[in-house]
């Protein structure tokens, strides 16, 4: 079923989702969640850890929003403070260093944009970040499972693959934001969305992302389970695949990919 661009980022955006903790915790064996960037803070909005899946050890990261208002309130509603972006580094350079593959789960309308975030240099940790990815010597794999809203969500989607599920949205801002810019008219956000070509199946087209993760089959929905199942037996698959290649042609193969746009 397709359904229309607007349609999608009502979905992507919807509270009960499916949230970067809910796919770590049951995709994952042994999760063990760290804290804190080692400079200033611990910042909620972005949880990562180590964890094993099929009993070898792998880092995860997410972006995680809440299901309800205490738990946005908590997590910030997804948007990560610089620190959050530099906790990830830090997980995915340890990751490097014990040779773990990296997967990242990505759930942002962007990052916050608060006088504080910009003083301790939102826009340097995630300059950094896709610095340091694109030379991560493991595999790294990014999952759009909501919103994936600009550099706040790029910095943690420069993979060797990235993927999105069918009802997930990634563009270089909200269909807010862009129909305010060209239309100084934000309530023409459904117009917009239909515009921007921030749809999995458009992006796939485009070749901006590798695979859609499906939620529906033969026009009905997907339970939870069934959508969490097809998500590990692929995760399992592909980092099995990067993980066969030496580092060499696996920074090659992500050097060209995204070079190509």
């Known amino acids: 079923m397709t359904r229309p661009a607007h349609e999608i980022v009502k979905l992507a955006r919807d509270k009960d989702r499916l949230t970067a903790l809910d796919f770590i915790e049951t995709i994952f ?17 972005v949880v990562g850890g180590i964890a094993l899946l099929e009993n070898k050890p792998v880092t995860v990261v997410g972006i995680q929003k809440g299901h309800n208002l205490p738990e946005n309130i908590k997590r ?10 530099r906790k ?71 993979g060797d693959e990235v993927w999105m599920m069918e ?37 796939k087209e485009l070749g901006v992302i590798e695979r859609i993760i499906p939620e529906t089959f033969r026009d009905e929905s997907l339970t939870n389970e069934e959508i969490i199942a ?17 580092s060499d042609e696996l920074l090659e193969a992500r050097y060209q990919r995204f070079r190509k746009y």
């Open 167 to 203: 009802n997930s949205i990634y563009a270089v801002l909200s269909p807010e934001g862009f129909a305010s810019i060209l239309w100084k008219d934000g309530s023409r956000a459904n117009e917009a969305a239909e515009l921007m070509k921030i749809t999995a199946p458009e992006l």
């Open 230 to 246: 097809r998500m590990k037996t692929d995760i399992i698959y592909k980092i099995k695949e990067l993980s066969q290649k030496d």
């Open 76 to 85: 910030n509603f997804g948007a990560p403070h610089p620190e959050g972006y």
């Open 88 to 158: 990830a580094l830090r997980l995915m350079k340890q990751a490097e260093k014990f040779g773990r593959p990296v997967i990242t789960f990505i759930n942002t309308a962007g990052a916050y944009c608060g006088v504080g975030a910009e003083e301790r240099g939102e826009g340097e940790a995630i300059a950094r970040n896709l610095l340091e990815m694109s030379d991560l010597k493991v595999p790294i794999l990014a999952i759009i499972i909501g919103e994936g809203g600009s550099g706040g969500a790029l910095a943690l989607g420069l």
């Open 29 to 45: 064996d042994n999760y063990q969640e760290f804290h804190g960037d080692r400079l200033f803070s611990d910042d909620e909005a």
